[in-house]
């Protein structure tokens, strides 16, 4: 069984991976934040007694569900909830935008214009077609090692294949996005 110390240590060790997943997948740092908040209590209320090898496959298992509860609630959320333009009146006259535009506190970020905004955001959806247009397998590979920053040894553990598989997995992933991306015109 666990000791708290031991628990304490593995939830640290996991959190900015486990961020860096969120944001990935649901593309806000508020929600990521919520959601990994969440994964970690989850697991340190209800399995917070299970043997310390057990509680990365665990914690793994939870994230995934507490991300697509998520995106359960967001559906739920937006069908039920109307555009918030349909209930503007015709004056302007002391409305509150609820679109107006974020401030970043950070002043590199208010340095970007607008075109290279675009690009950026342009190249990114690029990129995210073509990891989804990799082979399953690839894509896990790809996405655990490069982007939770998993190492060769967990990422294994966590697909249930050799090394020598995730390592043969994410050299093909990585080969096919570098020629679709090239093909595409995109240099990184």
């Known amino acids: ?97 609820l679109l107006e535009t974020y401030t970043a506190s950070d002043p590199s970020q208010q340095v970007e214009s607008a075109e290279d905004a675009t690009r950026r955001a342009q190249i990114l959806r690029e990129i995210e077609t073509e990891i989804l247009e990799l082979p399953a397998r690839q894509r896990e590979a790809f996405l655990m090692r490069y982007w939770e920053d998993m190492d060769v040894a967990e990422t294994a553990a966590a697909m249930g294949c050799s090394e020598g598989s995730v390592k043969t997995h994410c050299s093909r992933a990585v080969a096919a996005l570098s020629k679709a991306l090239k093909a595409k015109g995109i240099q990184l």
């Open 1 to 97: 069984m666990a000791t708290e110390r031991e628990l304490s240590d593995f939830l640290q060790s996991v959190e900015r991976r486990a961020f860096k997943r969120s944001v990935y997948h649901v593309r806000d740092e508020e929600a990521a934040l919520d959601i990994v908040q969440d994964s970690m209590m989850k697991l340190a209320e209800h399995y917070g007694d299970k043997p310390a090898a057990e509680l990365p496959m665990l914690f793994q298992r939870i994230l995934s569900n507490c991300t697509l509860d998520w995106f359960r609630r967001q559906k739920t959320r937006n069908a039920l909830f109307s555009n918030l333009s349909d209930f503007e009146s015709a004056s302007d006259e002391g409305e509150f935008d």
